[in-house]
């Protein structure tokens, strides 16, 4: 059994396999946005297909780079709709707790 798995694994343990791990960049960022996309659109659900899933990564992408107030007022802007002061709140609480978050990182 030993050496069906390191049979297995050698390919994966040749010099050139293993300094393309050596890299600088942090995979964090990725990471991150996997999880926001994943919180509006799970694994194990289907919203419809392809369109529902580009605009739920389409979101979580908005309010990574806006933050969740400025982005949901923008979408509400385009949509001439008015925000009620519970859900701004809401949102101010989010970027708050965004804010610290990062600030403790």
Do not use: C
């Not at 030993?2 to 393309?20: C, E, F, H, N, R």
């Not at 791990?21 to 996309?37: F, G």
């Not at 009620?84 to 965004?98: E, G, H, I, M």
């Amino acid at each position: 059994m030993y050496g069906q798995i390191t049979a297995a694994v050698a390919p994966y343990l040749a010099s050139d396999k293993l300094k393309m791990l050596m890299h600088n960049w942090s995979t964090q960022l990725n990471e991150a946005m996997n999880n926001s996309v994943a919180a509006f659109a799970p694994k194990i659900k289907n919203f419809s297909g392809t369109l529902s899933l580009k605009t739920q990564v389409g979101i979580a992408a908005g309010v990574l780079a806006l933050g969740y107030l400025d982005f949901w007022t923008q979408i509400f802007d385009k949509l001439g709709l008015e925000m009620d002061s519970v859900f701004q709140s809401a949102l101010t609480a989010r970027d708050k707790n965004r804010s610290k978050k990062r600030t403790r990182q």
